[in-house]
């Protein structure tokens, strides 16, 4: 029996997302570590701004119930400054690099500039998250040259600006499934291959908190369009109605919406509390499986 008025019931059933050498299953709810090496992110700016420090965090991440790690060198949290080239190479790749080398999971670089994507590919990033969907001149080739795995996000706007009055005339849910269904059907058209793209609606980029709270309420709307679907929903100010909480103040509410996502369907989490996360999620799973006594 499912939680009254809660969507759907499991995830919706797909196989795997490739990453260049792994093959993730989605057979069960997967676990993004938020791995940022960055001095002004909204959660954890400043906390892991040595290489040495943050690839340690990264391990850490793992051992606590991580399946891949995410990594970013630019913050990209309202009105953040967009990061000089050369700095996002100088915080990600020697990043990258030592978590490739000790750890036998996925690792993500976060960027929506082109440079870094092909960077941190030869580094041994096996999978892209592009808050701007690979519309940045030159990103779509690094997906066409190479065989990773991306995440395509929806944003309104720029990071700079998108909370700004941000304003969908035919509704979010509708604006936000055909802005990713173009995107999707632009890659295949391309010719890459499904199994290489995942989808993200963008919580809190350019959506007020009605806004993100419609598109959790209707997640299982995009989740029918058939993609993986990876949700970026903890720490988020969006899921606390009252100023004063800090994001370190939102792991009760970030535990909550993650049960709700997996509950509609999402296939991936991508969070900052891996070992809280992780027990959510399997005690979750466990309810799903267990018998009857």
């Known amino acids: 029996m499912r939680i009254p008025g809660a969507p759907g019931g499991s995830p919706k059933s797909l196989p795997a997302v490739h990453c260049g050498e792994f093959v993730l299953s989605l057979a069960q709810p997967r676990i993004m570590g938020i791995l940022n090496v960055t001095p002004d992110s909204f959660s954890d700016g400043g906390m892991h701004r040595d290489a040495l420090a943050a690839i340690?965090?990264?391990?850490?991440?793992?051992?606590?119930?991580?399946?891949?790690?995410?990594?970013?060198?630019?913050?990209?949290?309202?009105?953040?400054?967009?990061?000089?080239?050369?700095?996002e190479l100088r915080r990600v790749i020697p990043v990258i690099e030592g978590l490739v080398n000790t750890l036998k999971v996925p690792v993500s670089i976060d960027t929506r500039h082109p440079q870094v994507m092909q960077a941190a590919i030869r580094a041994g990033a096996t999978l892209i998250n592009d808050i701007e969907a690979l519309q940045a001149p030159g990103a779509l080739d690094c997906v066409l040259e190479h065989e990773v795995g991306i995440c395509l996000m929806h944003m309104q706007g720029h990071p700079l600006?998108?909370?700004?009055?941000?304003?969908?005339?035919?509704?979010?849910?509708?604006?936000?499934c055909h802005f990713l269904a173009e995107r999707v059907a632009l890659l295949e058209q391309y010719g890459v291959e499904r199994a290489r793209i995942l989808i993200d609606p963008g919580f809190g980029f350019g959506k007020t908190r009605a806004h993100n709270l419609t598109l959790l309420q209707q997640l299982p709307v995009l989740v029918d369009l058939g993609y993986p679907v990876l949700v970026g929903l903890s720490r988020k100010s969006m899921l606390v109605g009252q100023p004063g909480i800090s994001p370190r103040e939102r792991l009760g509410a970030s535990l909550a919406a993650a049960c709700w996502a997996i509950q509609a369907g999402a296939h991936i989490l991508r969070v900052h509390d891996v070992a809280a996360t992780r027990q959510a999620v399997d005690l979750w799973m466990n309810t799903l499986t267990v018998e009857e006594q």
């Open 56 to 87: 340690t965090c990264g391990q850490a991440l793992v051992a606590q119930g991580a399946d891949l790690i995410d990594v970013g060198g630019e913050s990209t949290r309202p009105g953040a400054p967009e990061v000089e080239l050369a700095e």
């Open 161 to 176: 600006t998108m909370q700004q009055l941000p304003h969908y005339p035919l509704g979010v849910v509708t604006e936000v």
